[in-house]
T-cell receptor
């Protein structure tokens, strides 16, 4: 069990640029989640996938944000035309989806700084 | 809709003292409840979970929590604090049966002093 991995760990970008983050879940976990965490706050749900299907999106996920999980394994989160308000820690989590095993395991996060 | 309230954004205890971190939830359906710990610049680590089995749940690192439906609470305790317990603690709720998104509280920063 190698855990959830996220790349890159840190990203600094200029306002208006596009950025893409990658998340590799725990193998055989069919559920994958994205959250955003700003300083001093708890993580806020953005979206989640069951296998390759995106089942729920938060209102926080504006049309500048898009997430994919093309083969039901890794996922990418893209932010287009970044704004300073996008600066945050982006967390990925996965869970097995098996009845009774609903806990989510989190990766180390990608910290985005928009200058 | 579901929500979590964590009373006390900062809690300070002496090493060896009891740790009590408070969490109250609101959910329209029976909830699943979780406590996570976050160390600086790291992701979240699961401490323990309640998924409608035993109401007293034991987790890692000596932590435990008790689900009290009548009080809509899920407070986290540890009998004796250790310096390594200093971190941010988050309570979270998800809905039974769907087990989809987690809704987190705003967190409690635990400081442990000598």
């Amino acid at each position: 069990d190698t855990g959830v991995s996220q790349n890159p760990r840190h990203k600094i970008t200029k306002r208006g640029q596009n950025v893409t983050f990658r998340c590799d879940p725990i193998s055989e976990h069919n559920r994958l989640y994205w959250y955003r965490q700003t300083l001093g706050q708890g993580p806020e749900f953005l979206t989640y996938f069951q296998n390759e299907a995106q089942l729920e999106k938060s209102r926080l996920l504006s049309d500048r944000f898009s997430a994919e999980r093309p083969k039901g394994s890794f996922s990418t989160l893209e932010i287009q035309r970044t704004e300073q308000g996008d600066s945050a820690m982006y967390l990925c989590a996965s869970s097995s989806g098996v009845m009774g095993l609903y806990e989510q395991y989190f990766g180390p996060g990608t910290r985005l700084t928009v200058t | 809709a579901q929500s979590v309230t964590q009373l006390g954004s900062h809690v300070s205890v002496s090493e060896g003292a009891l740790v009590l971190l408070r969490c109250n939830y609101s959910s329209s359906v029976p909830p699943y409840l979780f406590w996570y710990v976050q160390y600086p610049n790291q992701g979240l680590q699961l401490l323990l979970k309640y998924t409608s089995a035993a109401t007293l749940v034991k987790g890692i690192n000596g932590f435990e929590a008790e689900f009290k439906k009548s009080e809509t609470s899920f407070h986290l305790t540890k009998p004796s604090a250790h310096m390594s317990d200093a971190a941010e603690y988050f309570c979270a709720v998800s809905e039974t049966g769907t087990a989809s998104k987690l809704t987190f509280g705003t967190g409690t920063r635990l400081q442990v002093t000598l």
